[in-house]
């Protein structure tokens, strides 16, 4: 009989948990002096001055998943870090059900216009055709028709940081004055998501909610645009020119001479958004949809609550800002991790482990006493006790 103290235990997860912890510092610092200047500030550091409404309502599944994600394509670079859950050489960032609901979205996308192939040289025009992008399709809405895949951005409560993010679809009645938000959502099983995943979505659409009432009410200006690094003098190339062009809305948007600066662009769409004299949100509503069979498996009102909205944004934007670190899940919940490709490498899960204590544990899985007539090593005793915590 082999017996194994929980103290062997804890001192491999120790050890163990200061390598990842190494790797992890280690890639902290390099992204950091690439991206911010040598301070890890998140949303500069890891999404390049903007934070997507999917950041936000992902994190209150586990911010830190958010933030591995991110760092994944350095990470997965380190010895211990590249233990994370792969297939061949790529960590498992989508699984085969998320690959399936990005399908789904955009034929839901195509069911309602086409897309169309730019050559686009800058970032300056990519965020120009993004703009570009909200004002002709909010036209759309305006004249009564269902539009998808709608960019929005803004800093609705002057937070000093820009959100971005993709209203999945927006529906307008001349008739009643109502414009709704209506956002897809992919299961795998037929059944209502669990509470803690409603929340998330909500948050979600309440965020579009305000950044696209911010844009039409005309309180989004540009220079919220300032964390982005673009430079507002610089000229639009010709593919996003010839593009506004061919639109028909070039004598809206452009000098005599046919181009404009970025600044000046984007300024005049701010403007012109303003001015569609569109409606608030009056309602938002998730579809939940079988992927399977493509049935509709429910459809449910989301409630506007600007409290709990402002304080789970407050509370996510504090870590995006640098100041505070992020936070995984608690031991309530800790049966999110099972699914989670970080499962063998998160720091925070292993910082958990270390909590157990020093009586002897048996080697035996399945065993509620403290003898085993099964030898086994201290990394199987470990795994038990992970299980133990965290399944």
């Known amino acids: 009989m082999e017996v194994t103290s929980n103290a062997e235990v804890e001192h491999e997860v120790i050890a163990r948990l200061a390598r990842l912890e190494k790797e992890l ?40 998943k958010v933030e591995y994600n991110h760092l994944h394509w350095k990470l997965k670079k380190t010895q211990e ?10 960590v498992v960032l989508q699984t085969p059900e998320m690959k399936e609901g990005k399908a789904i979205h955009a034929a839901k996308e195509l069911e309602v216009h086409s897309r169309t192939t730019l050559v686009m040289e800058t970032r300056e ?15 759309s809405v305006k004249e ?6 709608i960019p929005v951005l803004g800093d609705p409560f002057s937070t000093g940081l820009l959100l971005s993010g993709v209203i999945d679809q927006l529906q307008y009645s001349p008739k009643d004055k109502c414009l709704t938000l209506l956002d897809f959502k992919t299961r795998v099983k037929k059944c209502l998501p669990s509470r803690g995943q409603k929340a998330a979505t909500a ?8 950044l696209l009432d911010q844009m039409t009410t005309g309180f989004f200006q540009v220079r919220q645009l300032r964390d982005l690094d673009l430079d507002f003098n610089m000229p ?51 579809h939940y949809i079988h992927q399977g069979s493509m049935e509709t498996i429910g459809v449910e009102p989301v409630e506007y609550d600007e409290d709990q909205m402002r304080s789970c944004l407050d509370h996510s934007l504090a870590f995006w800002k640098g100041e505070r670190l992020s936070q995984g899940v ?12 970080f499962h063998d490498v998160c720091v925070w ?18 065993c509620n006493s403290t003898c085993s007539s099964l030898p086994v090593s201290a990394s199987d005793v470990k795994d038990d006790i992970l299980d133990e915590l965290f399944q």
């Not at 590249?82 to 050489?89: D, T």
């Not at 979600?204 to 909610?209: E, F, G, P, R, V």
């Not at 899960?349 to 399945?366: G, Q």
């Open 25 to 64: 510092a280690e890639v902290k610092e390099a992204v950091t002096v690439k991206n911010s200047n040598g301070r890890y500030v998140p949303f500069k550091t890891l999404r390049n001055g903007t934070v997507a409404v999917s950041d936000i309502s992902s994190g209150l599944w586990c911010e830190l």
């Open 81 to 90: 870090w590249s233990k994370m859950a792969s297939i061949g050489n790529e």
């Open 125 to 139: 025009d990519e965020w120009a055709m993004r703009l570009f992008n909200t004002y002709i399709q909010l036209l």
């Open 144 to 149: 009564g028709r269902t539009e998808r895949e």
């Open 203 to 210: 948050l979600q659409l309440m965020l579009y909610k305000s």
């Open 236 to 286: 639009l190339s010709s593919g996003p020119v010839d593009h506004v062009l061919n639109s028909g809305l070039g004598s809206l948007l452009f000098s005599d001479e046919g181009w404009t600066t970025f600044g000046g662009f984007a300024k005049s769409l701010c403007l012109l958004i303003a001015g569609l004299d569109m409606p608030l949100v009056g309602s938002m509503l998730v």
């Open 330 to 341: 608690e031991v309530e919940e800790a049966w999110k991790c099972k699914t989670c490709q």
């Open 349 to 366: 899960r292993l910082r958990r482990c270390c909590r157990v204590t020093s009586a002897p544990v048996c080697a035996a899985r399945d």
